[in-house]
């Protein structure tokens, strides 16, 4: 891909951290526009109960106010909204809750007035009378005979159902010894730094909805049908987003409902949701219950995999239900397991959906397979590290079908456990537990291992469009089908069409996420950006080369063979004074006197759909060095060392921040991070006082280095790195927690491991 003296592989400072640090990047909330409307939600405060009457009289005559819409006055016409494609139309969501309400936070009126205080005020006034039900919170009590059902009538709080070896019998039978435990993955929220918001804008029979969103072309094919647009009349542009972390891919009814309301009122349309409403009323994620047994021999190779998953879906089913088949799909991780047999079942619930987070299903398949690992490991006495590397797939086995249906590309998941347990000292930290065990002492060290594999770009998401053209001035544009969200596709980008055209990165431009400009895309999600537009844009910087070669050796009288980049453009090779610049091609590019018989004129650009034919497998191996405090049960996290590989590296500086950012994500849901109910259905974790977010203080620094494995399916050789610290640092920590007082007896501790668990653990124990 790189010659010598290319950039590629080198930490390239970010193109956009100037925009960014200055603060001239503009968020959805920065946008004010002439005439400009606000829109506050009324939404339930009970999780379950009927709707006996909404009175919104009141509120209608308040200052400022122009309209309220809910199901029992004006609904805006609006139909309801599938929340994913594989889910029945009978659990859709009506856009004002019809009937009945499902969780707290359901929307039963939007409020439209002049400002967003006078906004906020008349909904207060709106008055709502329920007849309360009985709410389910967890997914397991949804599968009770007498559960009350959120869709009385589909028969069942079950939407979703996954199996795999259900036929085979137990996977477990004739292992020496059978480890089992019974985890929970916890219900986070997104909490991105910006919250949801929109901004919708009429013109004529068109509109225009500025979204924070991670997927603008999904939202668009979403919203236009609602709004009984043809696909031309709506544009959805993503300007600054800060942050999404998987529930800014959901499509949202808060959205439709501003830009409809904006075409009825013919003036522009604003809602930013608050915090509470970003955290409580919006999609969220985890929230598994799982069961693993893991069959092993007295020398440590695995017999077979026995799981059950019950997932929650929320009180509308989306992209989340389906998240147990890609747990499924990852649940035998790096190891060779020759029997798997897998239950998963998703049930609704009232409370918020569940959508995709940071991972979505890869995390639970790891945390899954790496808890039960470690269980064994202590059964049958050997080395958390040493039973890993017994079952270990081996590099000439790939690519390969996994007995779960999962086509690894590559791997070498040895090398990545050599590299992190070296790095970490791993022997020297064992001695040292040893010690500290023998003495008795009061803060005992854990170590905690997880070696993982996950897929990226799955599900179909291995197909992007991305283009390159040169524009008059002699610089270059690039164009992606992926939305920017703060991972620096700019800078990476830009490296891209530099290293094969030769034009300095700060003469590339760079333009996405909005659907007028870029005509198709699947958004950025499951770590797909740099294998698919970036090997869209790698060929397309080609496809450009390629043609200006035609017409440069036409323009200079010299085989097209002959023609290399040079200083400003393209030159003949050896005779650099013989050459012609990126201006000049870019005009003779449309000018058929300036052109070879084979080039039909046309702007010097290529566009393309790349299709890498499948995912991508990245992994590694991290090691968690924790200390307890056994009085207190307070954790403290020592060390964090990570080997993580995503195939070859384009811009080191790029994943090193993507592994920082993901291991603060996976440590935040092993230590700290819990949304959280009352037996009624009412949120107690609803803002930032009481859902406990860590801050840096919290944290370690972490030790990040990389393997490098290509990827053979794509031309960068690359793998996705956007999510791999979540997924390899949350059960390395839970693991290095309990590691920490298992020799008191203890073999298991949910996550969050607070204090209060762990000194519960103890205290249980003892």
Known sequence: ??????????????????????????????????????????????????????????????????????????????????????????????????????????????????????????????????????????AVDGLAPDAPLLFPETGTNICFVTELGKEGGDPTDGADVVAEVA????????????????????????????????????????????????????????????????????????????????????????????????????VQGRDYVMNARLGVNNDGKIVGLDASVIAAAGAYPAIGAILPILSQMMAVGVYEIPKVRYDGKTVLTNNSTIGAYRGAGRPEATQLIERVVDVAADLIGIDPAEIRRINFMRPGSFPRTTITGANYDSGEYEKSLDAVLEASGYADLRIEQAARRASGDTMQLGIGLSAYVEVTAPVGLHIEWGACEINDDGSATVFAGTSVHGQGHHTAFAMLASDMLGIPMDKIKFVNSDTKTVPRGSGTLG?????????????????????????????????????????????????????????????????????????????????????????????????????????????????????????????PLLVRGQQHGGIAQGAAQALYEHVQYDTDGNPITSNLMDYAIPSAAELCSFETSNTETDSPRNPLGAKGIGESGTIGSTPAIQNAVIDAVSHLGIVHIDMPCTAERVWSAIQAAR
């Open 1 to 138: 891909m790189a010659g010598t003296g290319s950039i590629l592989g080198n930490a390239v400072q970010r193109l956009e951290d100037p925009t960014l640090l200055t603060g001239d990047g503009k968020y959805v909330d920065d946008l004010v526009e002439t005439g400009m409307l606000h829109v506050h939600f009324v939404r339930s405060p009970v999780a379950h109960g009927n709707i006996l009457s909404v009175d919104t009289s009141g509120a209608a005559s308040m200052p400022g106010v122009k309209a309220i819409y809910h199901s029992g006055g004006d609904d805006l016409g609006l139909p309801s909204l599938q929340g994913f494609a594989m889910m029945p139309e009978t659990l859709n969501r009506p856009v004002f809750a019809v009937g009945k309400v499902r969780f707290v936070g359901d929307v039963i009126a939007a409020v439209v007035a002049e400002s967003a205080a006078q906004a906020s005020d008349a909904a207060e006034a709106v008055i709502v009378d329920y007849d309360i039900l009985p709410a389910i919170i967890n």
């Open 527 to 651: 770590s797909r950006s740099l294998q698919t537009a970036g090997s869209a844009i790698h060929l397309a910087s080609e496809g450009v080369l390629e043609r200006a070669k035609k017409i440069a050796a036409h323009m200079l009288e010299a085989a097209a063979d002959d023609i290399v980049v040079g200083d400003g453009g393209l030159e003949v090779a050896g005779v650099p004074a013989n050459n012609v610049s990126w201006v000049e091609l870019a005009a003779a590019s449309q000018d058929i006197s300036k052109l070879p018989d084979d080039v039909e004129p046309g702007a010097l650009r290529h566009e393309l759909d790349f299709d890498g034919s499948d995912s991508t497998y990245p992994f590694g191996a991290h090691v968690s060095v924790v200390e307890v405090d056994t009085e207190t049960g307070r954790v403290t996290m020592l060390r964090h060392i990570a080997v993580d590989d995503c195939g070859r590296i384009l811009n």
């Open 183 to 282: 985890m929970v993955s916890q219900r986070l929220a997104g909490v991105p730094i910006e919250n949801n918001g929109v901004v919708a804008v009429p013109d004529g029979d068109s509109i225009t909805m500025w979204v924070s969103h991670q997927a603008p072309h999904s939202a668009h094919a979403s919203y236009a049908p609602m709004l009984g647009l043809e696909p031309d009349k709506l544009r959805v542009i993503c300007p600054w987003v800060g942050g999404g972390f998987g529930p800014k891919a959901a499509v949202y009814v808060e959205h439709i409902v501003v830009a409809k309301a904006a075409q009825a009122l013919n003036q522009p349309v604003k809602w930013i949701a608050t915090r509470s409403e970003d955290m409580v009323a919006l």
